[in-house]
């Protein structure tokens, strides 16, 4: 036997040793995160989509800004009811005449009260916590794990404030029709026009209406979107996105700013109510909704430029 074979054999009969005795099992592998875990389900865009839209939907502060804007109608129609009662049910403005002889008129003045401030509120709060809120907790950077794509992630975030706007839209309107039906009649609808069309077909304009209400808040969900990828603190995001909302109306109602109130946002946006004609006005209604495509344009783009380009650190 050779000296080399000699020495092997301690070192092969050492390697059996160790073989046959029990080796403690590995230690566990540490459980991932709810965020990890959802990063790695956001693989594809219609996973991500969901994921988004359960996380926004599940949150307290969307579930009471929700609350919220389906008092609104409960208030408002209460408010009608005791001043009906208490100047005979005919006298006072125009609208609260409506609202007496049909309920379905609470649907309209509803919309008419949110749009100007309630709806653009709330989503200007969801917009602007789209991002900066994960930036903020450090969530964010598990979803950019996710081999989805940061331009998957905000598109899949602005699809998610489009879905609470539509969402919200909904929220007044039924708790408005609801109301409506409880503390005044129904049937048949005279439109501002004064052609009475059926109670069906003023369902079918009561629904066309809020469709337009939604789409009109096109341009506060891409402006707050562009907001919430500048900063990592949600709270600034929401403030300064509710606060530019509140700078365009005010600036909308300065007569002196005719010339630039056309490119203002808000500025068509009770132009829904052209669809309670007959025939029915569509000048204002095509300029809101182009309106609102032209930024959703912009703030979308700037938006993406700016996400798929930011350093996340946090």
């Known amino acids: 036997m050779s000296r080399d074979e000699t020495a092997e054999r301690p070192a092969r009969r050492a390697g059996v040793v160790a073989a046959m005795v029990p080796q403690p099992p590995p230690p566990p592998a540490p459980s991932p995160s709810s965020e990890a875990r959802r990063a790695h389900r956001a693989r594809w865009s219609p996973e991500l989509l969901r994921s988004e839209l359960a996380t926004t939907f599940r949150r307290w502060r969307t579930l009471v800004l929700l609350a919220v804007l389906a008092a609104v109608p409960v208030l408002v129609g209460i408010a009608v009811r005791i001043q009906t009662r208490g100047s005979g049910g005919d006298r006072g403005p125009a609208f609260l005449a409506g609202i007496a002889g049909n309920g379905l008129f609470l649907v309209f003045t509803a919309l008419a009260v949110t749009l100007p401030v309630f709806l653009p509120m709330a989503v200007g709060v969801i917009a602007g916590d789209a991002v900066a809120g994960e930036a903020h907790t450090g969530t964010l950077r598990y979803l950019l794990v996710a081999p989805a794509g940061r331009g998957r992630l905000l598109l899949a975030k602005f699809a998610t404030v489009m879905a609470f706007c539509v969402l919200g839209t909904l929220v007044v309107a039924l708790s408005a ?26 369902l079918l304009r009561a629904l066309a209406v809020a469709g337009v209400v939604a789409l009109s808040l096109l341009g506060v969900a891409a402006l707050g979107l562009f907001v919430s990828t500048l900063t990592d603190s949600g709270v600034a995001a929401m403030a300064t996105t509710v606060g530019l909302v509140l700078t365009a109306q005010i600036l909308d109602g300065i007569p002196q700013l005719q010339a630039v109130q056309p490119y203002l946002f ?24 182009g309106l609102q495509a032209l930024y959703a344009a912009v703030f979308g783009s700037a938006a993406w430029a700016r996400f798929t380009t930011r350093d996340i650190t946090t």
């Open 177 to 202: 029709l609801i109301t409506g039906a409880l503390l005044f009649p129904l049937g048949k609808v005279t439109l501002l026009s004064g052609t009475s069309i059926s109670f069906g077909e003023g």
């Open 266 to 289: 808000p500025h068509y946006w009770l132009s829904f109510a052209d669809l309670l004609r007959d025939p029915v006005y569509w000048d204002g209604i095509w300029r809101d909704l």
